[in-house]
DNA sequence: CTTAAATTGGATAAAAACATCCGATTTATA
DNA sequence: TATAAATCGGATGTTTTTATCCAATTTAAG
């Protein structure tokens, strides 16, 4: 479904959720050790996010990364997924053909957009805010 | 979602499905080119499901593939799809967590294990009756 | 019995996804 | 102002997926 970048990405994006205090950052290290993903794998995902603007990066001494606390209940899984994996689950045909729509439909097109806006709805309704300290008391499990 | 060479095994199917006359096979090329999907790899993909016995091989002049009559509707897009990219889609965790389970839920164990069991629903309610010659009257878009 | 048509299976190649390495740059702090 | 800690970015390497090639085998039919 997600990409393996997509998956670390999602995670670390919680992560962060959980662990944004205003102002202070959360190292690479610190992030990768929490999520148990690849330390230089994840570098190149949160730089992706950094650039798309959905977390702030800074470098040297104390940096690392965060999500500004306003933004939280603005991002949702959504737009995590689209700026890593891009919009083909979302859009593609799920037989893979280029002309399919609702005009020209594949054989399984009716079952399949169905299908595509469930996940839709559920990424768009599941919100960053969702894992943030506030809302959370039990701890999230990010490992393994 | 599904990989390219599942999304080739299914149209393959659903060709199949609707061109198997009683006795008659239809060759690797005629597939291959009627649902534009290369030949040499979708060899490989017919061979697993002829292995799996969803549909039966000939070699030799007259050769081909093809689906037993009375086998339509006992073949679901379930049967495939677990066949070419295994049971992963149906059961694995949407991070990526080897641990998550309901009782150590990961933080959108919920969420997805909904889409999962919509996913699973629909490709077992999805019968290769339903493409064949008697059901559909329509032409199958199985191109591009 | 010969031949042509077809699948089978093994080897190989190409592309994409996943992962690592390292030097350059930036930043806080002692 | 020197140093250590951290991200950034480019290059490279590995693994998996996708795709092709070709020789071997099987089969129907002339």
Redesign the pocket.
Known sequence: MF???CKYGIKAMIYLALHSAEGSYC???DISANIDS????T??V??QL?KNKLIV?????????RIETKKLSKINLLHIVKIIDGESLLYDCGLGLKMCSDTKPCPIHKQYSLIREEIRKMLENTSLIDFSANKKKQVLILLR
Do not use: D, E, H, Y
């Not at 990066?57 to 990364?65: A, Y």
């Open positions: 990409s393996k970048a190292s690479l290290t690849p330390l230089a794998f570098s190149k949160l730089q950094a990066s800074l470098k040297g001494v104390n940096g690392g990364f």
